[in-house]
């Protein structure tokens, strides 16, 4: 069989993989990434809202930008929906389809090999090379070094032996739903504002959203795969067909698809191996409490590829060399990915939900911290700190409300 020689194969073309692979060709290294898909991006479900800090190079095209998010609605039970407006752009909606053929076309032009269509069935390491078997190819890669950016299913996590699966308790299941509707209604019924619904009728042990695009309407709901029992159709269907305000905003629209997909909700510690290394969804760099994740892939893809770099033109991709790149990403991701998990447990646990929306409809200062966290405008152990005083005044108000009711 004939053999494809490079001196990396990135495993997905994702925004990690992409990433991953632009930073090494811009460093004149020979690159391939091999995605089972023939568009980028076209089948992954995804929100597609995308944080300022996420914006690759600070900057993404005009024409990628469905629509410029600048506030936020957040719906608690039994409140009219309450918002934040912060008068700036604070991100972008964006589809991912648009994202993917971008950053594809960006990498090719930097000198990446991309080719779809290749689904990775195998990856064998031997004599110093990693052999990586495609589906259905007449031809074969090899590389030195192998980046696995395969998302939250990783086959090179499991083929290489650096994780087998993430457990039902690390991971996030999701449902979407798009949603046709005339332009002129959405920005008449959205403006700027993507819209965040909690309650335990939503979904108690996650949360549903609403972002508008220009000509349609992405609508999900989010939960624990461990804490869910039934599925989340019927939520779905309850919160565009029956909930008190989602169903007003959604008035008029056709559901013309529905995709479901499962999140990280817990980060990969063992980021490295011998000669390969595993980066976004892949790794886990998706925060467990909002579910963002293509700032995060953006970032440790941007990593994994330097470092990468670094280790080729010392002829040294051992783990220990490949180290670095853990310690880098810790640095640079660790402490929101870090705090993301503690919120999560704090509140997605039993009615929690619930005790959220009390403390947002209290306070305008919590709705805010909370509405800062959710559009990536503060770090997430700064927001913890600054709602430590709320939480706390929660907490002594419910153990007044129960001592009371003994
Ligand atoms: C419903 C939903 C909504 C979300 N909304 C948002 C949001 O609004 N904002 C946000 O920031 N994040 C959001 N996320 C998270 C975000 O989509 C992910 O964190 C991000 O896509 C991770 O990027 P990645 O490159 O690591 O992986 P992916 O984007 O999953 O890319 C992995 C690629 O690998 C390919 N692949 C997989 N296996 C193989 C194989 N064996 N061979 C070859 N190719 C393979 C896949 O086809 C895919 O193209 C959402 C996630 C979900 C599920």
């Known amino acids: 069989?004939?053999?494809?020689?490079?001196?990396?194969?990135?495993?997905?073309?994702?925004?990690?993989?992409?990433?991953?692979?632009?930073?090494?060709?811009?460093?004149?290294?020979?690159?391939?990434?091999?995605?089972?898909?023939?568009?980028?991006?076209?089948e992954k479900p995804c929100g597609g809202y995308l944080t300022a800090k996420g914006m690759v190079d600070g900057k993404i095209p005009l024409s990628l930008v469905e629509r410029v998010t600048s506030g936020i609605s957040i719906s608690i039970p039994n409140q009219p929906l309450r918002q934040v407006d912060y008068g700036n752009p604070v991100g972008v909606q964006l589809t991912r389809e648009a994202l993917g053929t971008h950053l594809c076309k960006r990498a090719r032009k930097s000198g990446v090999e991309v080719f779809l269509n290749h689904k990775v069935t195998e990856c064998i390491r031997d004599k110093g090379s990693w052999n990586i078997t495609v589906k259905n190819a007449p031809y074969k890669f090899q590389s030195p070094l192998l980046i696995g950016a395969d998302g939250v299913s990783s086959t090179v996590a499991r083929l290489t032996g650096l994780r087998r699966r993430f457990t039902r308790n690390q991971l996030g299941i999701t449902i979407q739903a798009r949603v046709e509707l005339s332009p002129a209604t959405i920005t008449e019924r959205f403006g700027g504002r993507m819209e965040f619904y909690y309650g335990s009728d939503v979904c108690p042990f996650g949360y549903a959203w609403i972002f508008p695009k220009h000509d349609c309407l992405y609508v999900g709901i989010g939960s624990l795969l461990s804490a869910t029992t039934s599925s989340l159709d019927s939520y779905l269907n309850y919160f565009i067909q029956g909930h008190p305000i989602a169903s007003a905003q959604l008035e008029g629209g056709?559901?013309?698809?529905?995709?479901?997909?499962?999140?990280?909700?817990?980060?990969?510690?063992?980021?490295?191996?011998?000669?390969?290394?595993?980066?976004?969804?892949?790794?886990?760099?998706?925060?467990?409490?909002?579910?963002?994740?293509?700032?995060?892939?953006?970032?440790?893809?941007?990593?994994?590829?330097?470092?990468?770099?670094?280790?080729?033109?010392?002829?040294?991709?051992?783990?220990?060399?490949?180290?670095?790149?853990?310690?880098?990403?810790?640095?640079?991701?660790?402490?929101?990915?870090?705090?993301?998990?503690?919120?999560?447990?704090?509140?997605?646990?039993?009615?929690?939900?619930?005790?959220?929306?009390?403390?947002?409809?209290?306070?305008?200062?919590?709705?805010?911290?909370?509405?800062?966290?959710?559009?990536?405008?503060?770090?997430?152990?700064?927001?913890?700190?600054?709602?430590?005083?709320?939480?706390?005044?929660?907490?002594?108000?419910?153990?007044?409300?129960?001592?009371?009711?003994?």
Not at 19 to 35: S, Y
Not at 279 to 303: F, K, M, N, Q, W
Not at 381 to 390: E, G
């Open 1 to 42: 069989m004939k053999v494809k020689n490079f001196d990396v194969v990135v495993v997905g073309a994702g925004p990690a993989g992409l990433l991953a692979a632009e930073e090494l060709a811009q460093r004149d290294v020979h690159v391939a990434v091999l995605e089972r898909d023939q568009i980028p991006g076209k």
């Open 254 to 406: 056709r559901v013309s698809k529905i995709e479901r997909a499962l999140v990280p909700l817990t980060f990969q510690n063992d980021s490295y191996g011998e000669a390969v290394l595993l980066v976004g969804d892949a790794a886990g760099h998706c925060s467990a409490i909002t579910g963002e994740g293509l700032h995060y892939s953006i970032a440790a893809g941007r990593i994994a590829g330097q470092v990468s770099a670094d280790c080729l033109t010392r002829s040294d991709v051992s783990a220990r060399r490949l180290r670095r790149y853990e310690r880098l990403w810790q640095c640079e991701i660790g402490n929101d990915l870090k705090w993301g998990v503690r919120l999560r447990n704090l509140f997605f646990r039993g009615s929690q939900t619930e005790n959220i929306g009390t403390g947002m409809s209290l306070d305008y200062r919590f709705l805010k911290l909370a509405a800062d966290l959710i559009v990536g405008f503060r770090p997430y152990r700064d927001t913890v700190l600054q709602a430590l005083p709320f939480l706390l005044w929660q907490r002594i108000c419910g153990l007044g409300r129960a001592k009371g009711s003994n």
